[in-house]
Structure formats: C-alpha cells, structure tokens
C-alpha cells in the first residue's frame, strides 16, 4: 500500500510541475506577445479613471518599463488563438475603460457644481447681515417677504 501512496504521490507532483510549466510557459508566450504592451497601457488606462496620485505615479513607472520590455521582445504573430485573446482582452479593457468613465465624469460633474453653489451661498451669507442662530435666519427670511432659499436634495439629485 505505501509503495503505491508513494507513487501517487509522485505522479501528483510531476502533473504539479507540469501544470506550474506549462503556466510559465504561458505568462512568457503573453509577455513577449507584440500586443502585450497595448493590453498593459489599456488596463493602466482603466485603473486611471478615477485613481489617485500615487496610482497614476505607478502606472507612469509600469509604462516605462513596458517600452523597455517593447524593444527586446521577439515576434509571436502566428499564434492565432493566443493573437485573437490578446485582442480580444485589450478590446474588453476599452470598453470597461468607456463605461467607468461616463458615471465618473458625472459624478466629478455634480461633485463641482455642488461645491460651487456652497461656495456661492458662503458668499452670499458673508455679505448679508443676517442673524447668526438658523431659526431666526428662518424667521427673518419669510416675514420680510423674501425668497425663501433653495435647497439641495443631495440624495434625491440624478448623477
């Protein structure tokens, strides 16, 4: 019984080295791929929209090392199914890049005009002498016939 546990195991452990083979093999054939810095520079692109200053300092340095990586890496066109899921990735990535880029964009949008219109009202409540406490700036807004001032619904205003 242990000498066949024993030889389960090693035959485990070489479908293991394979597989573990056969994996580096494939990261080496995607890396060296013509479209490979293009899949890189299109997920860099997608991981911009919305990120941070350190993000952006990171992915500038990943960039330089892919043009690097560009002028030594031999040719594998040829390869139709590895070609077509390079392209493929790259047109996914585009797109995933599109759509995170609209509901951010309006998002920045309403963000400032939201800081606008408190930049305005800051403005306005430092040239008017009005009275200090909320209830009597109430008070003092509806019995002087005044326009009552509008008010933002944060919660209820589409992106």
């Known amino acids: 019984m242990e000498a066949f546990t ?3 195991k090693e035959k ?8 573990n083979h056969h ?7 995607i890396s060296s791929h013509p479209l490979y810095g293009l899949l890189v520079e299109t997920h860099l692109d997608c991981l ?3 990120g ?3 993000d952006l300092e990171e992915s500038d340095a990943l960039r330089d090392y892919m043009k690097q990586l560009d002028n030594h890496k ?4 040829g390869e139709s199914e590895l070609d077509h899921f390079m392209e493929a990735y790259c047109l996914a990535l585009r797109k995933l890049k599109e759509a995170m880029e609209e509901p951010h964009q309006k998002s920045m949008t309403f ?3 939201m800081h606008h219109q408190l930049k305005e009202l800051t403005a306005t409540r430092s040239h008017l002498d009005l009275p200090e406490s909320p209830a009597s700036f109430h008070h003092h807004r509806h019995t002087s016939g005044e326009r009552k001032p509008e008010m933002i619904d944060c919660a209820r205003r589409s992106i």
């Open 6 to 8: 024993g030889s389960y």
């Open 12 to 19: 485990e452990n070489q479908e293991e080295n394979q597989d």
């Open 23 to 29: 994996h580096e093999l494939l990261k080496t054939r």
């Open 48 to 50: 911009k929209v919305g």
């Open 52 to 54: 941070n200053e350190d």
């Open 74 to 77: 031999t040719s594998t066109l």
């Open 111 to 113: 963000i400032t005009n």
